[in-house]
């Protein structure tokens, strides 16, 4: 039996803990989540550190904001009606919100909150930080020709539609 490890038209799933510079928990996985690797699916430094990796392997690595969610972009608050969020009402500064853009699904944190609008600053709420991210590899395996061509995962992890 041949291990697999990760490389190009391979699909990952793994587990991770992200951690910011005072060694506080930013966001973790519950289930595993897969990418395509190859393809910038994920933050570019991770996945140059899943490369060559194989299924059990947990490692952790540390990135800079330009390999990770990269700088803090000034101007990038966005005014969205506040009808445009079914939870407008209950929304407060601070807050994490995912938006639909044209650029697609975004995730944005709330400056402001009108009456009429919603005030959305869209740098991903860990840009401009330096991560440690701790992972654990799950599972390895070849993509099917059709996630080749859409360029992500289908099913548990992935893109369902
Ligand atoms: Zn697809």
């Known amino acids: ?3 697999e490890t990760v490389k190009k038209q391979k699909v990952v799933s793994f587990t991770y803990t992200i951690l910011d510079e005072n060694q506080a ?3 973790q996985s519950d289930l595993p989540m897969s990418y395509l690797h190859g393809v910038r699916n994920i933050i570019p430094g991770l996945e140059k550190a899943m490369a060559g990796k194989a299924i059990g392997d947990e490692f952790e690595v540390t990135l800079a904001p330009e390999e990770a969610y990269g700088e803090r972009k000034p101007n990038s608050i966005q005014r969205i009606p506040a009808k445009r969020f079914n939870n407008a009402k209950r929304l407060q500064p601070g807050q994490a919100v995912s938006i ?3 650029q697609g699904q975004m995730q944005g944190v709330v400056v402001k909150v009108g009456r009429f609008n919603i005030d959305v600053d869209i740098n991903h709420p860990l840009a401009g930080q330096t ?3 701790e992972i654990e590899i799950t599972d390895i395996r070849d993509a099917s020709e059709e ?3 859409h360029g992500h995962v289908h099913g548990p992890g992935g893109v369902e539609h």
Do not use: D, P, V
Request: aromatic share 6%; hydrophobic share 35%; glycine share 0%.
């Open 1 to 3: 039996m041949t291990e």
């Open 25 to 27: 928990i930013q966001e």
């Open 100 to 102: 639909q853009t044209r």
């Open 131 to 133: 991560l440690t991210f």
């Open 147 to 149: 996630e080749t061509a």
